[in-house]
């Protein structure tokens, strides 16, 4: 086996043995950066040997034109090349090299179950894993717990995200493991690509934990001042709450399409005060979003970022994509060499 042929992925970061995922060109760079240095690293060490074996050669030559008493200066030589030589050749931790993830068997495992009809359940399994982290004890976060914890009130109907990402996870599993953690974390990502919203990079090397504790999560009938309250032990802004609330974007919400990740959400809620309600097609009325949602609007801080949002979908989504990244980062455990 030739050796830059060796499954060695060089993109590892430097304060963790963590890598990034991302389905971005710059993903693609780093890749290859990382194979130009174990390139050029073996390059160096095979230059090296060369520099090693032309000095034998030469001096054998030499040797053997001053006649027969050299001959064994010649064997000499020879085996001290064979001892040297071994240490001059590339060697490769094969133990390290295994536990190395291949980020795209992750995506593709994702993007085999999932559909935009499932993206908006997937989504909300990454908040509610997530969204359990608090500063103060440090519990909680993105740790693949919420599978777990699919019977507590606030997780009801996440049970069918599960479902669709453990077909993903056994075929993942067969060719590398993968964390939960790890896997919703991911799946969020391309659930909001799948529907049209940002490409978001995701660190992998997660550790999965046990059940959280309970009571972590907001409840639907806080008002904004409650929420923000929330969200600041959590580590986050009041910006950064309106941005990951524009997930309902998605979803049977009633905020646009369930299928388009865009800032109707925001356009909605601008537009629209006080709740507005839906028909739900038996004659029925609905309300469009939370109250959660709505009370977004009723706070001076949050309607600043509401208009901000409804006005510009290109700063949405790179602060949606920068949030989501503090989101499944807050809390996690990572894999160590």
Known sequence: ???????????????????????????????????????????GRKRAADSVCSQLSEQGT?????????????????????????????????????????????????????????????LRLVFHDAGTFEIGDGSGGMNGSIIYEVDRPENIGLNRSIKILRKAKEGIDNVQKVSWADLIAVAGAEAVALCGGPEIPVRLGRVDSSADPSGKLPEETLDAA???????????????????SGAHTIGGKGFGSPVVFDNTYFKVLLDNRPP??????NGMAAMVGLRTDWALTEDDECLRWIRIYAEDQARFFDDFRDTYIKLVDSGASWRTA
Do not use: H
């Open 276 to 281: 507005q309600t839906s028909s739900t097609g």
């Open 1 to 43: 086996m030739e050796l830059n042929s060796i499954p060695y992925i060089a993109s590892w970061s430097s304060s963790s043995s963590c890598f990034y995922y991302s389905y971005s060109r710059c993903a693609c760079r780093g890749t290859r950066d990382g194979k130009l240095v174990t390139k050029a690293s073996a390059a």
């Open 226 to 244: 409650s929420l923000k309250t929330l969200f600041s032990k959590k580590g986050f802004s009041a910006q950064e709450l309106v941005v990951l």
């Open 62 to 122: 030499e040797d053997s034109i001053s006649g027969p008493r050299s001959s064994w200066r010649i064997r000499r030589r020879d085996l001290a090349s064979a001892i040297l030589l071994p240490f001059l050749i590339p060697r490769v931790n094969i133990s390290i090299a295994a536990e190395i993830y291949d980020a795209s068997i992750i995506r593709s495992g994702v993007r085999s179950v999932l559909t935009k009809g499932k993206a908006a359940g997937v």
